[in-house]
């Protein structure tokens, strides 16, 4: 299967979602395509031809207009791809080959990927932005979570991008139990 190409340092996981702004003519008319057909795909570094990198494959959820006449969309990532035989279209869109990759398998919650969620639940209720992007719906499930938080954290995309990987989520885990517990935050007061 082929797919339009967006480069853009986005960094979104399986059933993450971001809004994105939309105004080059070619981006319009990528929506346009991914809108009747089967979505698109998000490339975080830009590609060099040399690999088969990892994109997140998207959906739209939604639609809007921002007061300046931007196009608002809403994606939901809803697996990850690696691209080949990339090339460019006569819009200068770039479409490629994609092969579907896993993730993580589905885990179990541990002591402590339930502190992350009751953290990252706390986080949903003071951000307007998050709820409503994500509809006001909390999912209490591990992968869930620490996905969230990875694409939510201030980290190098570089960095980020090794998180694609299925075996990444025991230092997802670890990497989140460092900056969480850095940030000064108080785990023992919280209720497991």
């Known amino acids: 299967m082929k797919l339009p190409i967006f480069p853009l340092p986005v ?3 399986p059933q993450g979602m971001t809004r994105l702004k939309i105004f080059e003519p070619r981006y319009l008319n990528m929506v346009k395509i991914a809108a009747k057909e089967n979505g698109f ?9 040399e690999h088969s990198p990892v994109a997140s494959w998207v959906e739209i959820t939604n639609f809007d207009v921002s007061d300046n006449g931007i196009l608002l969309i809403d994606v939901q990532c809803k697996g990850l791809i690696t691209i080949s035989d990339a090339y460019r279209d006569q819009d200068n869109l770039m479409w490629a080959n994609i092969t579907l990759v896993q993730h ?22 003071q951000s307007e932005g998050l709820s409503a992007l994500y509809g006001g719906s909390f999912i209490d499930r591990p992968n869930w979570v620490v996905a969230r938080w ?16 299925a075996s990444s989520y025991e230092s997802a885990q670890l990497l989140l139990s460092t900056v969480l517990s850095e940030n000064n935050l108080n785990f023992s007061d919280l209720t497991l």
């Open 11 to 13: 960094f979104i996981l």
């Open 104 to 125: 993580w398998p589905e885990h179990e919650h541990n002591k402590l990927t339930r502190l992350f969620s009751q953290l990252l639940k706390a986080f949903f209720e």
């Open 150 to 165: 990875l694409e939510l954290l201030p980290v190098e995309h570089e960095y980020k991008a090794n998180f694609f990987a």
């Open 41 to 49: 795909a998000i490339l975080l570094d830009p590609w060099r031809g």
